[in-house]
């Protein structure tokens, strides 16, 4: 357990961040939770009060604040309602490491899980490949299926069922099996990129992590992509371990000397919106500070640099689909793109794009949520699958690891058939056509 004396996230903050707020509730009718609620406490205003009153000493970090912070999908759709600019990824990795600090959640399972993920498992990921490769032959091997046809799964507690039926496919092949080191430009070369495997996503996702590889070299640009990688510690900043995510962040810029490329590409909206603020997490640093500042000026979405660059058509029609666009939060309203994945999709002969109603409304994947916090996820789940359904689309495209698992979960759950892709794979697909 943590000790109770550990020094306080939200005191040592910035306190002008906390004032920020004017109180005007602009925010809440954006809330998926108050939207749910209709509770003050579980509002965005709600959150920042507590927040503050644990910055002026007016309230104890204690079991209700850390729910309450945990209750929040981290969604971030209040900070695009907020005239003021409240910074509220800010306020809220900060408020998450103060209920961490506080131990008030503490207890032995909780304790055991997060040490084995965030501290172990995450920290190499050497290690998530090994448990990836496992999971993957029981699966291939058919052992999967066999145990969910013996029943035995009946005896597991209700969560626990749930949880493995959500388990995702592991994928053949990681991404350094995939794609090579370097991957020259198609054409005239124009710039040099590095690209991130992530985590989740090389095991679950290798597929995309190719497509942006090609869709990069046709667009003139040399591709680096180290076989192993780090973690990029987003997972842990979110989940209130700020000093795990400060050391991965140190790894990445040592592997990724901004220096060396004109850009570094990720493509899980999770990871870049995390990614773009090294400086916040290392301004403390007098080694890596400076380093830091350049970094986040080259980190790119993948969407977001085709566009900057200038994206090459593709020549040959698609068969035609209907599309529909589901937006990542943290790529719509943690990065504020939103018109260039659209773009790309439009770009795409053959392809018809149709709007999601309430496209920007978080699915309930949000990190880890949908696990933690399932029954408020599948609420969420449940409505964007019903707008999705109403649009006729055959395809969802949408940028990021966690929203694709979780179309996929709720397709599957509601016998809806529906192709979830990355728009990268669409591009990729379109250019292999020609
Ligand atoms: S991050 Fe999302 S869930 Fe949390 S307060 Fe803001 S809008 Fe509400
Ligand atoms: S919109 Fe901004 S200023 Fe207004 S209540 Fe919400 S967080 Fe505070």
Redesign the pocket.
Same mark, same amino acid.
């Given at each position: 357990m943590t000790p109770v004396s550990a020094p306080s996230h939200l005191k040592s903050l910035d306190y002008s961040v906390l004032q920020? @707020?004017?109180?005007?509730?602009? @925010?809440?009718p954006t809330c998926p939770t108050y939207d749910a609620t209709k509770l003050e406490r579980n509002s965005?205003?709600g959150r920042?009060a507590l927040m503050r009153a644990i910055a002026d000493d007016r309230l104890e970090a204690g079991k209700t604040f850390a729910d309450e912070m945990y209750f929040c999908l981290g969604c971030l759709a @209040?900070m695009t309602? @907020?005239?003021?600019g409240?910074n509220?990824a800010e306020l809220f990795e900060h408020a998450r490491a103060e209920a961490e600090a506080s131990g008030a959640l503490a207890s032995p399972r909780r304790t055991l899980i997060r040490r084995f993920t965030l501290n172990w498992l995450f920290m190499d990921l050497a290690r998530l490949r090994f448990v990836g490769r496992l999971l993957g032959l029981y699966q291939r091997l058919g052992l999967e299926t066999l145990i969910r046809r013996s029943g035995v799964l009946r005896l597991l507690p209700r969560r626990l069922r749930e949880l493995e039926a959500i388990t995702p496919r592991i994928q053949g092949r990681f991404s350094a099996s995939l794609i090579p080191e370097l991957t020259p430009a198609r054409g005239e070369k124009r710039y040099r990129v590095a690209v991130l495997s992530g985590c989740a996503q090389d095991l679950i996702f290798s597929d995309v992590n190719r497509d942006t590889v090609d869709v990069l070299a046709a667009n003139g640009c040399e591709v680096v992509m180290p076989p192993r990688q780090s973690c990029c510690g987003s997972l842990h900043a979110h989940n209130g371990e700020w000093e795990l995510a400060q050391q991965l962040a140190r790894k990445q810029i040592d592997q990724f000397p901004p220096d060396d490329f004109d850009a570094i590409i990720t493509n899980a909206g999770g990871c870049g919106s995390h990614l773009k603020h090294f400086l916040k997490l290392l301004e403390t640093d007098s080694i890596y500070r400076e380093r830091a500042a350049r970094w986040d000026g080259k980190v790119k979405d993948i969407q977001e640099w085709l566009m900057q660059i200038g994206l090459r058509s593709p020549a040959k029609p698609a068969p035609e689909q209907v599309v529909t666009y589901h937006e990542s939060c943290h790529l719509c309203h943690g990065q504020k793109i939103s018109a260039e994945p659209r773009a790309i999709l439009r770009s795409i002969p053959g392809l018809k794009l149709v709007e999601l109603p309430e496209s920007s409304w978080c699915c309930g994947s949000a990190g880890v949520y949908n696990l933690v916090q399932p029954e408020m996820a599948n609420q969420l789940l449940e409505r964007k699958i019903g707008h999705i359904r109403s649009t006729r689309a055959t395809v969802v495209a949408t940028g990021n690891p966690g929203c694709l698992l979780q179309l996929v979960n709720g397709a599957q759950q509601q016998g809806l058939s529906l192709r979830v892709v990355h728009p990268v794979t669409l591009l990729a697909e379109a250019y292999r056509r020609e």
């Open positions: 920020q @707020c004017m109180h005007c509730g602009l @925010c809440l965005p205003r920042i @209040c309602a @907020c005239p003021a409240v509220y």
